[in-house]
């Protein structure tokens, strides 16, 4: 996607995401799917002073919110579940994989860290309603480093979202990562901010 569609793409949604703003019973239809999950957790497009390049995605935990970076100092605004204490990794990443329903398997660090929730699933589970990556995820690497074992992904327990529950990455509800997935090309650049305490 070249720049010249970025900006009108960007334009057509921050223009349906004002207008399902300015009526209040109405909501984009891509976000009526996720049961439990309240309308201030809709995504929303926001200011976001700073100068960030548009096409970036900004982890702020501190917000619980990721960041997708837009032209004239805007972006749009999701609110996700992060890694608990401990486990969160900030930090300069970017998108080396995308996956549409993907495989989950542990790392040995989490095994080893969680036998008896974790080394069950040491074989891998395929994608589905029930795997924790939910409906998508994209695969965080560094230079010189690969994989990092960190994702931004989706979920099958949508009331996780907005809390310190995962083991270092982001999650959103199944239906915003769909949606998500779609605007996030490869070798996109991610920046896990540190938690401000």
């Keep these: 996607m070249n720049r010249r569609q970025f900006v009108a793409a960007s334009t057509a949604f921050v223009a349906t995401v004002n207008q399902a703003d300015a009526h209040s019973t109405k909501t984009h239809d891509g976000w009526v799917k996720t049961p439990n999950l309240p309308p201030e957790f809709l995504p929303k497009v926001v200011d976001l002073p700073g100068g960030f390049a548009p096409g970036e995605i900004h982890v702020d935990p501190s917000q619980f919110a990721l960041f997708w970076t837009l032209p004239e100092g805007r972006a749009l605004r999701y609110i996700v579940?992060?890694?608990?204490?401990?486990?969160?990794?900030?930090?300069?990443f970017y998108v080396a994989a995308k996956r549409e329903w993907p495989r989950w398997t542990p790392t040995p660090s989490m095994i080893k860290r969680n036998p008896k929730n974790y080394k069950k699933f040491a074989k891998g589970v395929?994608?589905?309603?029930?795997?924790p990556l939910g409906a998508r995820a994209l695969y965080l690497y560094q230079p010189g480093r690969g994989d990092t074992y960190l994702r931004i992904h989706g979920t099958p327990n949508p009331d996780t979202i907005g809390q310190r529950v995962s083991n270092g990455c982001a999650r959103l509800s199944n239906d915003q990562i769909i949606d998500f997935y779609e605007k996030v090309p490869l070798q996109t650049r991610v920046v896990l901010n540190p938690i401000v305490t």
């Design 81 to 92: 579940g992060i890694g608990r204490k401990g486990l969160y990794e900030a930090g300069e």
């Design 126 to 131: 395929p994608g589905g309603l029930k795997n």
